[in-house]
């Protein structure tokens, strides 16, 4: 192995924590990691397309695949509307368990809301308000646009235009910046 150099001014990490806002994000890997507590775990590779003048920036996302944070994994799937699969397995309670194919989230973009807490003297961030982003070229606001862009009741021109103003369905408002 070669040698590696990096600055002393890296030591201790250069995480810093988002402002709080709305960011859309745009998936590029999904992995499936352990966590630091040996507990499996999805890692979303991602990069900012839009928010806060962070566009560019890399950020991983991590969701629980533990049984008390399903709701979590849940949420981001409806967002984006990937299909889940009954496995026809079951769980020791009984529950069935259920499946999705990680590649479907590649190359998705989704909107989430950053707020920011502090742990162990450090700022965080926490996300929330999962929700398909207006930039998410897979999802249904574009699916009119991939068949052709009209439908019987609308003209070509006018479902053109529909489909430019509005947002992906279960797009929420992008709260008000802080002043």
């Known amino acids: 192995m070669g040698q590696i150099n990096y600055s002393k001014g890296d030591e201790g990490g250069g995480f810093k924590a988002l402002p709080e806002g709305g ?24 990069e900012i397309v839009a928010g806060g003048g962070k ?31 009954d496995t026809g397995a079951f769980d020791d309670d009984g529950l069935p368990i259920m499946g999705f194919d990680s590649d479907d989230l590649e190359g998705r973009v989704l909107y989430l809301n950053a707020t920011t807490y502090d742990y162990e003297g450090k700022e ?11 930039y998410d070229a897979v999802g249904p606001a574009h699916e009119s646009q991939d068949a052709g862009g009209a439908t019987e009741e609308q003209p070509e021109t006018e479902a053109a235009d529909q489909t430019q ?13 802080a002043s």
């Open 23 to 46: 960011y859309d994000f745009k998936i590029n890997s999904v992995a499936q990691t352990m966590s630091r507590k040996n507990k499996p775990q999805l890692e979303l590779s991602c």
């Open 165 to 177: 103003k509005t947002p992906a369905r279960g797009r929420r408002p992008r709260p008000a910046p």
């Open 124 to 134: 965080r961030n926490d996300f929330t308000d999962e929700a398909m982003s207006e």
């Open 55 to 85: 566009e560019g920036r890399k950020q991983k996302l991590w969701y629980s695949l533990t049984a008390n944070s399903y709701w979590k994994l849940k949420l981001l799937l409806e967002a984006l509307e990937i299909e889940r699969i």
